[in-house]
């Protein structure tokens, strides 16, 4: 299959472009498109052929449920059974935007799309593109990251291009996007509201907004095998390099404006034992400190004093290590507020 890569200004957005894109997805194909948080790719969330496609284009698990995307809150009302009081508000507060919430499903969406569940996934973004194309197919699109299982979210036109070349109909390529980390997943289908994955919308804004909001005990528990953390805290487990990744913490987790000459030591000396094997290592660090490191290959996040930057440019980072055959990777850490805890 030919895979077009069709641009998009999202100053300017031309509907004649988005209308080709809506007749794929309408005729049960798959475009990739721009979302505020990564490159998203969608099927039609309705159609359990469809949604088959994206598994096989991802190579992801079946049993691993997809996200619903609709361009306006009259859209949720056919695809659950009810939108409980929290759901409400958290509309209200966070849509359009990085926010998913799971309600109990209703009978037009397919098993295919909720991986066997009763309940159902659903955002709605605000990235132009995006919902603009969903309101144009006037369906709900599933949409996973546009990724191959396995890989880092894509953030821009040329990493989905890299995994999903011949594999689907369309690209949108609206540019890069701007916040690099998936969307929070909050259930509200039960009676207090549960965090299921950590993202853009932190739990404090969660809280501030529904009052009560418990969080997952598993994504609190340990952290994914090819993380190696060197002290408790957040960890990057979706990201899932194919490099090993290691966090250097501070030791007070309380610092997020310095980084300490102990942690530069460290990633220093991990480095270089490492370079002496014989192995590809890459280091992440911020602006600030991208001098402190002689060795390895070196990438800075952007500023730490700026840290909108940092995490939008992880994702980057962490593919280019892949491409480069990296083995190791030694990071810096963040504050869990612009990167999300543990997931
Ligand atoms: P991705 O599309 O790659 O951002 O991943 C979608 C995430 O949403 C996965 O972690 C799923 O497990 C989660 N998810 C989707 N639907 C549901 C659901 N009905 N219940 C719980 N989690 C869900
Ligand atoms: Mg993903």
Known sequence: MDTKVVKIDKEQIDDEKLMEAAEILRAGG?????????????????????????????????????????????????LVKEVPEAGKKLMEAYWPGPLTMIFPKSDIVPYGTTGGLDTVAIRMPSDPIANRMIALAGIPIAAPSANTSGRPSPTTAEHVYQDMNGKIEMILDGGAVGIGVESTIVDVSGPVPMLLRPGAITIEMLRETVGQVEIDPAIQGPMAANVKPKAPGMKYRHYAPKAELVLVEEKNPETKEVISDRVIEEINLLAKSRLDQGQKVGIICTEETRDCYPQGMVRSLGFRSRPETIAHNLFAVLREFDDLGVDYIYSESFPKDHLGRPS
Do not use: C, M, Q
Not at 52 to 75: M, V
């Open 30 to 78: 798959l475009v990739a498109f721009p979302t505020e948080t990564v490159y998203g790719l969608g099927a039609n969330a309705l159609n359990e052929e469809a949604a088959k496609k994206i598994y096989a284009a991802k190579g992801r698990p079946s049993d691993n449920p997809l996200i619903a995307h609709i361009s306006k809150p009259e859209e949720l009302a056919p």
